[in-house]
């Protein structure tokens, strides 16, 4: 893992960007270098330089493109694919009565690598098969926007900002990397700790960087600039199962006049909570279980038939990823983030939220890029596999 972690760095990104440079200089055919950043890493550095989420984007979309980089996008857009689709997969096992057990939330790879490994046949058939936010982004970036710009995928560099270096290994799985296409999903990720190393090599004085927008090159008409990012309606901590069960309302009981408020109730500690709504027969039983101690014991109680969620949403770090292992801490905070988190959160809260069925340009690219919703391409696309993987199995543990 350690080899990978350094293949997959700041550093790498920077050679790739130099001798795409050298190409270009030279006149030869060179690669479309994107980065897509993700909002944690984004607020993170945005707190740790005084600045607000705008002129943090504002920055690193000026800093990157001086750099080389091609194309500057926002994760924001496949997050909305990953709830909408995890929406949808909640809702028809709900239906249908399939349950055999709670489904359980995919978009953590920490949480993912863990159940592989310890509980994968007790786990694995109820974990969401929807692909995380970064793997939809790679998708999204590899065929669509590849085929857009009749670019080969394997000419296309996909680098993501990521709040955790658990997002490196997610990349890495064999699961997403396409053999057809010869190419990763994302091929580096990089953090928001390695941006700030980044910045310092680079001898960045982030107030006289100049400052450029986020490219927007999914609509039909012309590209157009964006300044802000995507910020999905409970985007943080709690953020999937928020937006699951407001969706699954809609859908049981399109005649509620409005939806009650989601309140999740703490338990033994703030990291692990439950929400229980019912309505004539039906009663729906949300869980958030934040860090691995609260997931361990968790775990044991379901197994022990214990307790009995409909939904489950899982992140590995305590608070989720805001919290990310990557994520910038408080100076002199040590490995205490409890301080950065919190402030982390107020600025979330005070950014304008969207739900994602909102988003105009997510409606666009179901038509356009995968037939509409429910579609074979679109299972194809948006969804993935996971492995049991036995414990004593190393080799079987990475697949790249
Ligand atoms: Fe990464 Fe932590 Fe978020 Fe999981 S919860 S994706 S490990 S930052």
């Not at 310890?118 to 590899?142: A, C, E």
């Not at 996909?158 to 990349?171: F, R």
């Not at 999903?185 to 100049?210: F, G, P, Q, W, Y």
Request: a negative charge.
């Amino acid at each position: 893992e350690s080899v990978l972690i350094s293949q997959q760095s700041h550093e790498e990104m920077m050679r790739v960007i130099r001798e795409n440079n050298e190409r270009k200089a030279s006149g030869e055919t060179c690669k479309l270098i994107v980065l897509s950043l993700a909002l944690q890493p984004v607020l993170s550095l945005g707190n740790k330089f005084a600045l607000s989420q705008r002129e943090m984007v504002g920055k690193l979309c000026g800093f990157f493109k001086r750099l080389g980089v091609d194309l500057i996008l926002d994760v924001g857009l496949a997050h909305c694919f990953t709830l909408l689709e995890l929406e949808s997969e909640f809702i028809e096992r709900f239906r249908t009565g399939q349950q055999g057990g709670p489904l359980f939330s995919s978009e953590c790879p920490g949480w993912i690598c863990y159940a592989e490994k310890s509980h994968g046949d007790f786990i694995l058939p109820n974990i969401s098969r929807v692909k995380s936010p970064q793997q939809v982004m790679g998708t999204l970036v590899k065929t669509y926007l590849a085929d857009k710009l009749s670019v080969h995928p394997s000419n296309v560099y996909h680098v993501t900002l990521m709040p955790c270096y658990d997002k490196k290994l997610e990349a890495s799985r064999g699961d997403f990397y396409n053999e057809q296409l010869a190419c990763r999903d994302v091929d580096c990720v990089i953090t928001a700790v390695e941006v700030e190393v980044l910045l310092v090599n680079e001898n960045v004085n982030l107030h006289t960087e100049r400052e450029d927008t986020l490219d927007w090159p999914w609509d039909a008409q012309e590209s157009r600039k964006q300044e802000d990012m995507i910020v999905v309606e409970g985007g943080s901590s709690g953020g999937y199962a928020h937006q699951v069960f407001l969706q699954t309302m809609r859908h049981l009981f399109p005649h509620l006049e409005t939806i009650p408020s989601v309140e999740f109730k703490p338990l033994r500690n703030p990291d692990m909570k439950e929400f229980t709504f019912t309505h004539g027969d039906t009663t729906l039983r949300f869980c958030i279980a934040n860090g691995f101690r609260n997931i361990q014991n968790l775990i044991q109680k379901l197994k022990r038939k214990k307790c009995l969620y409909d939904f489950i949403e899982i992140m590995a770090c305590p608070a989720g990823c805001l919290n990310g292992g990557a994520q910038i801490r408080n100076e002199g905070a040590g490995t205490n983030s409890r301080e950065t988190v919190l402030e982390l959160e107020t600025t979330l809260n005070g950014l304008k939220k969207q739900e994602p069925f909102q988003n105009e340009t997510v409606h666009q690219l179901y038509t356009k890029w995968l037939g509409g919703r429910d579609t074979d391409k679109a299972k194809a696309l948006l969804y993935t596999n996971y492995h049991n993987i036995p414990k004593n199995n190393i080799a079987l543990n990475v697949k790249w």
